[in-house]
């Protein structure tokens, strides 16, 4: 089961934001839509041997704050990684090889998706015009497509 404050996407300013419910309060989601799309909205670090898209450092050596990640990872006390990678195929080309890391990339961000419901998380990525590509999650019986990328 879960239990969160709702998220919302809005896929025209591609952002996610919290949801006010009739009563004013803050909405709670009990589906799996709201952690779905924090792993796959926040940037997990980059792990040491990624190569980080090009045009990020023209004029600066590599920093801490390069490799992304999110703040609280910190404070896991098991080590484990919030967010996906896929931030860092802004600047990939449209090849095979990119849409399997993309693929992969999901898969690792939803990895939770089975040791909280039973199931892994049901993944489609297509390439759904020129250099862009869509996906399709579902987890625990609720859906989330984007024709467009994270």
């Known amino acids: 089961m879960f239990f969160d404050l709702a998220l919302v996407y809005d896929p025209a300013a591609r952002r996610c934001d919290l949801t006010i419910g009739d009563d004013g309060d803050l ?22 041997d990624d190569p980080l898209p090009q045009g990020r450092t023209a004029f600066l ?6 490799r992304r990640g999110w703040a609280g990872d910190g ?27 993309f693929r992969f ?20 990525v297509a390439w759904v015009r020129p250099q862009t590509l869509g996906y399709r999650v ?10 467009g990328g994270a």
């Open 61 to 66: 050596t590599e920093t801490f704050s390069e």
């Open 138 to 147: 579902l987890v625990d019986d609720a859906a989330l497509s984007v024709a």
């Open 75 to 101: 404070l896991d006390g098991r080590g484990e990684r919030s967010g996906s990678r896929l931030w860092l195929l802004d600047r990939a080309k449209q090849t095979e090889v990119t849409r399997l890391l």
């Open 105 to 124: 990339w999901l898969e690792e961000a939803l990895a939770w998706a089975a040791r909280e419901t039973g199931q892994p998380a049901d993944i489609e």
């Open 27 to 48: 909405a709670i989601d009990d589906t799996s839509i709201t952690p779905v799309l924090l792993s796959i909205g926040l940037d997990r670090r980059a792990a040491p």
